[in-house]
């Protein structure tokens, strides 16, 4: 079964809960400052996340502000038999970013610096994707940051990073260039060409296998000031020419551009096809680019240019959602409308439960990605298939459904890949979408799917930088033997 969270009932589990001594976690004044240690019941206790059901009651939750907070935390954690888990910007559906355990909690690690001349960005691992771009901006660049606001640079990047920069300059973990990382023994280390090459080609892709990451190093490329957005509105009656539109498009679809396919409940509870678009253009390439689109007759027609920052805002509405959320990725190689056809069915049926679920097929010009070398980088991912997010969102974790959400998922997985080929079925999807894999470690199964080629090199890399596997909460790397 997939790792699954609980709702929260601290208050009854306070008295099972043993106190620690905290001095070791003391700031070299000897204080341990309220907003740096917390155990169940102090005054900013908070191990929330996006997902309520994705969250545990940690015993310490640690909010360092740098390496030495942090080496300090994992010998801690260590010396009293914790489980270690790190939080970036909670914005999982899974339980790898939570432990009954020590949390290191990284919102306060969120400063960014921008080396201009060199074009590279260093930011602390908590920053998320609106600080990185809000930054990154100011000097007419651009990370390859996410298409979501609130996830933090650390995870996406380590875990792969695709989103509207793709096309044009590749995966956000193809663009590491140094990170500075606390190891399972608290040293603190580099990792760049020139000093543990073996530990950053891991860290590009290869999650928090590896250690807590303080900061990345980013290569950062020219940003034009905005770009053009479009967000149109189908009825269901129009979906398969909706769906021919696309495979037209994907003919002579440019490297800047990327579309969203999605099926979705609107504000008044019905059905409906939602064609997000951006085109990092100006103004005119955009509306020729997409007007194809336009030409179809939506409902509703929303298309903007828009400054660039704004761009990983367009989905800030999802951030919102309450309740239970379970998501997974699937990967597919036949879009055609009567598998988008047997996918809404499904997905039809499961928003009775819950209502805010959707599906999401995500069309990056993959070019950037195929032609690096599937050994350059931990992560394997490379094959020509087109990303799905499937999100069963505003569970009622207390109703009927809540038990079998993960299974309901896995089943919409099975439909949305069912009429692709072997290879995109077997996919578990876009590794940072994996949430019901990534936390089933008691074999290396899924790890070894996921890494496909790269696992063997990957389990020398952990032998030597974490051999008793302190870091075990994401696709798990059991060290070389």
């Known amino acids: 079964m997939a790792s699954r969270g609980s709702p929260l009932k601290p208050l009854q589990l306070l008295s099972t809960l043993p106190s620690y001594d905290l001095t070791p976690l003391s700031k070299p004044n000897g204080s341990t400052p309220f907003w740096s240690v917390y155990q169940p019941?102090?005054?900013?206790?908070?191990?929330?996340?996006?997902?309520?059901?994705?969250?545990?009651?940690?015993?310490?939750?640690?909010?360092?502000?740098?390496?030495?907070d942090i080496a300090k935390a994992i010998k801690f954690a260590r010396s009293q038999g914790l489980p270690v888990a790190v939080r970036g910007g909670g914005h999982s559906t899974s339980t790898a970013s939570a432990t009954d355990g020590l949390l290191i909690d990284m919102r306060r690690m969120t400063k960014i610096r921008i080396d201009e001349e060199a074009k590279i960005g260093y930011s602390q691992s908590g920053a998320l994707m609106w600080q990185v771009e809000a930054e990154t901006i100011k000097y007419g660049l651009a990370a390859c940051a996410g298409v979501c606001s609130q996830v933090s640079i650390g995870g996406y990047t380590l875990g792969g990073g695709i989103g509207h920069s793709i096309g044009t300059y590749g995966l956000a973990c193809d663009n590491l260039v140094s990170a500075t990382i606390v190891l399972a023994n608290g040293d603190i280390v580099q990792a760049s060409e020139s000093e543990?090459?073996?530990?950053?080609?891991?860290?590009?892709?290869?999650?928090?296998?590896?250690?807590?990451?303080?900061?990345?190093?980013?290569?950062?490329?020219?940003?034009?000031?905005?770009?053009?957005?479009?967000?149109?509105?189908?009825l269901p009656t129009?979906?398969?020419?909706?769906?021919?539109?696309?495979?037209?498009?994907?003919?002579?679809?440019?490297?800047?551009?990327?579309?969203?396919?999605?099926?979705?409940?609107?504000?008044?509870?019905?059905?409906?096809?939602?064609?997000?678009?951006?085109?990092?253009?100006?103004?005119?390439?955009?509306?020729?680019?997409?007007?194809?689109?336009?030409?179809?007759?939506?409902?509703?027609?929303?298309?903007?240019?828009?400054?660039?920052?704004?761009?990983?805002?367009?989905?800030?509405?999802?951030?919102?959602?309450?309740?239970?959320?379970?998501?997974?990725?699937?990967?597919?190689?036949?879009?055609?409308?009567?598998?988008?056809?047997?996918?809404?069915?499904?997905?039809?049926?499961?928003?009775?439960?819950?209502?805010?679920?959707?599906?999401?097929?995500?069309?990056?010009?993959?070019?950037?990605?195929a032609e690096i070398p599937i050994e350059s980088a931990a992560f394997a991912q490379r094959q020509p298939f087109i990303t799905v997010?499937?999100?069963?969102?505003?569970?009622?974790?207390?109703?009927?459904?809540?038990?079998?959400a993960w299974d309901e998922l896995l089943n919409l997985k099975e439909i949305v890949s069912g009429s692709s080929s072997?290879?995109?079925?077997?996919?578990?999807?876009?590794?940072?979408?994996?949430?019901?894999?990534?936390?089933?470690?008691?074999?290396?199964?899924?790890?070894?799917?996921?890494?496909?080629?790269?696992?063997?090199?990957?389990?020398?890399?952990?032998?030597?930088?974490?051999?008793?596997?302190?870091?075990?909460r994401w696709f798990a790397i059991r060290p070389a033997v």
Not at 41 to 56: L, Q, V
Not at 219 to 233: E, G, I, M, N, T
Request: with cysteine; net charge negative.
């Open 41 to 68: 019941g102090d005054e900013g206790y908070d191990n929330s996340k996006w997902a309520p059901n994705s969250t545990k009651l940690s015993k310490i939750i640690v909010t360092p502000e740098d390496a030495e």
């Open 389 to 404: 997010l499937c999100a069963v969102l505003g569970i009622d974790e207390s109703g009927d459904f809540a038990p079998r």
């Open 196 to 234: 543990n090459p073996d530990l950053l080609w891991g860290l590009k892709g290869g999650g928090s296998n590896f250690g807590v990451v303080v900061e990345l190093g980013v290569k950062l490329h020219p940003q034009r000031p905005d770009a053009y957005a479009v967000s149109y509105v189908y």
């Open 422 to 472: 072997k290879a995109a079925q077997e996919s578990l999807g876009y590794a940072n979408y994996g949430d019901p894999f990534s936390t089933r470690n008691e074999t290396d199964e899924y790890s070894r799917n996921l890494f496909g080629p790269n696992y063997a090199r990957l389990q020398e890399v952990k032998r030597k930088y974490d051999p008793d596997m302190v870091f075990n």
């Open 238 to 369: 129009q979906l398969e020419a909706l769906v021919t539109a696309i495979n037209e498009w994907r003919t002579v679809q440019k490297l800047h551009e990327t579309i969203f396919f999605l099926l979705s409940l609107g504000p008044d509870g019905k059905p409906y096809i939602i064609l997000n678009g951006v085109s990092n253009s100006a103004l005119e390439e955009g509306e020729a680019l997409f007007r194809r689109f336009l030409d179809l007759g939506p409902v509703n027609i929303t298309n903007a240019q828009i400054p660039w920052p704004e761009v990983c805002n367009l989905a800030n509405a999802v951030n919102a959602i309450p309740r239970g959320k379970v998501s997974v990725g699937a990967h597919i190689d036949n879009f055609d409308a009567p598998q988008v056809q047997e996918s809404w069915n499904m997905w039809f049926k499961i928003t009775e439960k819950a209502p805010f679920s959707f599906v999401m097929y995500e069309f990056y010009p993959h070019k950037r990605v």
